[in-house]
């Protein structure tokens, strides 16, 4: 057998025609491709790809069956083990997980293990998705707060395991930051509806516009009858960075930003009602993901130049690869070892930014250098837009309003693996207890508190269930 | 979905609906805030909760036609008709407790918001001298239902064409001299709000304002809310609507609240061409 070093390619849209529409940049493997990649597997025994994902999908066994042209079994494969492929397959960060650890990988480029999970979801789409029947009724009752991720996937589980469930999501579209943060061009809308739509066909309600904390509280919702709650609110409070101006207008934070287009389609404004405005030049501070997205949204509604503002180098930045790859194509520039200090406005409105440079000291905490200002080094740049996406906290309301829920020093809910709080029959997990991370982290954590969920419930009240 | 159960325009241009929203109406307090959105098209418009019946599963809201989205709600959803999406309370509630006397100042739409506020105090064993201001006679509104519950009702018109002539900070002055004032609330324009807290200022008696401030989400998530109050960086939706008026940045909040003025106009005008259209 001869191994074939590099990936397969996907079609891309070219750059110069994408920054002027909101279509989506990678166009997907044909079959007669999919199947070419997935014959580059090497199927090893060890398989360290399946440690390497965090919710150990079976990796090799997938691939296999796209290899063998058994897209129908390569999914079902895929989803014993992950809910959610179609929108994994194109936001994971499998360059830190399943790729990274790659046996090709270790000489050549590793498979193409996301863009695989990718084909076999929207192969699904077309082909007619299959709903596995709910579980027995067990006639428990469970709430979900939350339908990022972490709440979708707890609700699907939860339904298999025959309880009846309810989600309560606050806003007015159901998805979390699968809708509201991460743009069109990355993840288009109608995968999430999809996605939304088989967890509706499972047979979990969804009541949208209800803010638990405001509209009904936790203690209401058991007192209304519902037997365990799940709490998976996200880390939606975004971050300033607590310098002057930063209230100016024409800075944003990159949820406002974000938001506006995707949620409230401001990118067809005035077709919808919801307005955006986007300067000349635009500055975006930070180095993940969301800063990607910012600034390449920013690109595609006319500014004419994005610079990216990260304090520390290119090697540190959290970014998934290949936002920051598609960034740089589409024109975006990188200022690195810079951050600001100082928003310049007139008359209330933005004119610049005032910035230092940074030098990298000593690892921190997380293990990063930690990024030290140059005395002296302040320069300014004029920008009349900014955009602050240097991350979000957890929301305070549930935890304010749930007595009994134990939360952290930085806000999160304290919960154990398996998404047990301080509070009984109250279950948390996703970006609310481990801060901003992953969907396919957040997914687990709601897949895994279901199963505790289950558990607790039939300890609690016996094998009978409720009835 | 929410139904419309009954509109009424109750003096010109500013109009009252009453809608259904059993949730809503059973949580509401004084000082909080709903948000709705019209259409699948809309944007999210936050509204003062002004009245509710948590019996009937209602609440009363008073909507001024400023804009595209106001307009619209006026022209195009009357009785009968479903908003597309409504989610509230939002906001903490005005704090109510037993201060003394209290003064409470309704600007303009403003009176509407004052409303369950003076009630509320009076309910809770406070003296309430409430204030309503409007530029004329054909903008005030909902005086009976504030004589209902204050001991003391002062209208001013700017014009003098009803009640005294002049601005409502100066019955406010008048009373603050008096130096029978334990409190104030005050609700309406930007500079209005700005005035009053002046004048409280003056005479060191504390003074509560209700900021609106451009919203989008109301949870606290995107922070285009924000308000800097005694030098910190607040969030409208969650840490208020409500705050001490003597510590708001003022010229902030104002060039915030003018930040997409000229979008706002297009989409004015693209709806204005839509109506002549359907003419
Ligand atoms: C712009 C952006 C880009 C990202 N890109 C990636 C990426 O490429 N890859 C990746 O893996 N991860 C990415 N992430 C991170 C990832 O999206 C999150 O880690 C993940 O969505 C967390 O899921 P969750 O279910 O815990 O919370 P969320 O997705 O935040 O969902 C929480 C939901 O709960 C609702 N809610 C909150 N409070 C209440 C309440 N009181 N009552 C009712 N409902 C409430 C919210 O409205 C929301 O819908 C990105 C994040 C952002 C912001
Ligand atoms: C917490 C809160 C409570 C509110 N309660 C009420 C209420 O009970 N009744 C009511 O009629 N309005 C209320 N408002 C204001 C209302 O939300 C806005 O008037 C509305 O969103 C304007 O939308 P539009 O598309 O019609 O006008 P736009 O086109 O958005 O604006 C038209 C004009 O109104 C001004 N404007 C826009 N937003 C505001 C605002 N928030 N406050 C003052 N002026 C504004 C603009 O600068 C512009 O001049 C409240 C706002 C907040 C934040
Ligand atoms: S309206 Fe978005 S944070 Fe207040």
């Not at chain 2, 903490?92 to 600007?107: A, D, F, H, N, Q």
């Not at chain 2, 809310?225 to 902030?252: H, I, Q, S």
Request: glycine letters at 10%; charged letters at 25%; proline letters at 6%.
């Amino acid at each position: 057998m001869t191994i074939v070093p590099r990936k397969t390619p996907m079609r891309e849209q070219p750059p110069a025609e994408r920054i002027r529409n909101f279509h989506e940049v990678p166009l997907g493997y044909t079959p007669e491709e999919a199947v070419q990649e997935a014959k580059r597997c090497l199927q090893c025994k060890r398989a360290p790809c399946i440690q390497g994902c965090p919710v150990n999908i079976k990796i090799p066994q997938f691939i296999r069956r796209i290899a063998e042209g058994d897209f129908r079994g390569a999914i079902r494969k895929i989803k014993e083990d992950n809910y959610l492929p179609a929108i994994c397959g194109r936001v994971c960060p499998q360059e830190i997980q399943c790729e990274a650890v790659c046996t090709l990988g270790k000489k050549f480029e590793p498979v193409a293990i996301g863009r695989l999970e990718r084909f076999a979801a929207d192969w699904e789409y077309e082909a007619g998705v299959e709903i596995p029947p709910p579980g027995k009724p067990t006639g428990f009752r469970v709430a979900v707060v939350g339908s990022g991720p972490a709440g979708l996937t707890c609700a699907a589980e939860l339904r298999r395991y025959g309880h009846e469930v309810t989600i309560f999501e606050a806003l007015h579209e159901p998805g979390g930051v699968l809708v509201y943060g991460i743009p069109e061009f990355r993840l288009p809308k109608c995968i999430v509806t999809q996605e939304v739509e088989n967890v509706r066909r499972l047979g979990v309600e969804i009541r949208l516009n209800v803010v638990v904390g405001r509209t009904v509280t936790v203690d209401e919702l058991f007192a209304d009858g519902f037997h365990a709650v799940f709490v998976g609110s996200g880390a939606g409070l975004p971050r300033f960075l607590e310098i002057p101006g930063e209230s100016l207008v024409g800075v944003y934070s990159a949820n406002e930003f974000l938001t506006r287009v995707n949620l409230m389609r401001a990118y067809l404004f005035p077709e919808y009602d919801t307005p955006i405005k986007v300067g000349r030049r635009v500055a975006v501070v930070g180095g993940g993901n969301v800063a990607m997205d910012a600034a390449r949204t920013a690109l595609r509604l006319g500014a004419e130049e994005v610079m990216v503002l990260y304090r520390r180098t290119e090697a540190e930045m959290p970014a998934r690869a290949e936002e920051v790859h598609h960034a740089k194509e589409e024109g975006v520039e990188f200022h690195f070892l810079v951050n600001p200090v100082r928003f310049l406005g007139e008359d209330g409105v933005l004119r610049g930014v005032e910035c230092v440079r940074m030098e990298l000291g000593e690892p921190d905490a997380s293990g990063r250098r930690r990024p030290i200002p140059i005395e002296g080094s302040n320069f300014t740049m004029e920008v009349d837009t900014a955009i602050i996406a240097i991350g979000n906290s957890p929301h305070p309301l549930i935890p304010r309003t749930t007595p009994g829920l134990e939360v952290s020093r930085q806000g999160t809910i304290v919960a154990d693996d398996l998404g047990v709080t301080s509070r009984e029959g109250v279950f948390a997990g996703g970006d609310i207890v481990t801060g901003a991370a992953t969907v396919i982290l957040a997914m687990g954590a709601g897949k895994r508190a279901a199963y505790a969920i289950d558990r607790y419930l039939r300890e609690k009240y016996g094998r009978k269930g409720a009835g | 979905m929410a139904k419309i159960l009954k509109t009424k325009e109750i003096c010109t241009n500013i109009w009252e609906f009453i809608i259904e929203a059993p949730l809503i109406a059973s949580k509401a307090q004084a000082g909080q805030f709903l948000i709705l959105r019209l259409h699948e098209r809309g944007e999210r418009i936050p509204l003062t909760l002004a009245d509710w019946d948590p019996e009937a599963g209602t609440v009363t809201l008073v909507v001024q036609a400023v804009g595209k989205s106001t307009r619209e709600m006026v022209e195009r959803f009357g009785e009968g008709d479903e908003i597309r999406d409504v989610v509230g309370p939002l906001g903490l509630p005005s704090e109510i407790k037993r201060y003394g006397t209290v003064v409470c100042v309704g600007g303009g739409v403003g009176i509407a918001p004052i409303y369950p506020i003076a009630r509320a105090l009076k309910a809770a064993g406070n003296g309430v001298v409430t204030i309503a201001g409007a530029r004329r006679r054909d903008l005030l509104f909902w005086l009976d239902k504030l004589d209902a519950v204050s001991d003391e009702l002062i209208v001013t018109t700017d014009d003098g064409s009803f009640g005294r002539k002049g601005l409502v900070t100066e019955p406010l002055r008048e009373l603050l001299e008096a130096g029978r004032v334990d409190k104030i609330w005050a609700i309406g324009p930007a500079v209005m709000m700005k005035f009053c807290s002046l004048t409280a200022s003056e005479f060191d008696v504390p003074i509560v304002v209700s900021l609106n401030p451009i919203m989008i989400d109301g949870t606290g998530m995107c922070g285009v809310c924000r308000v800097e109050v005694a030098g910190e960086t607040k969030f409208a939706c969650v840490d208020g609507p409500e705050f001490e008026g003597d510590k708001v940045n003022w010229d902030l909040f104002l060039a915030r609240l003018a930040m997409y003025r000229d979008l706002e106009e297009k989409a004015l005008e693209a709806y204005r061409a839509t109506t002549e259209e359907r003419l």
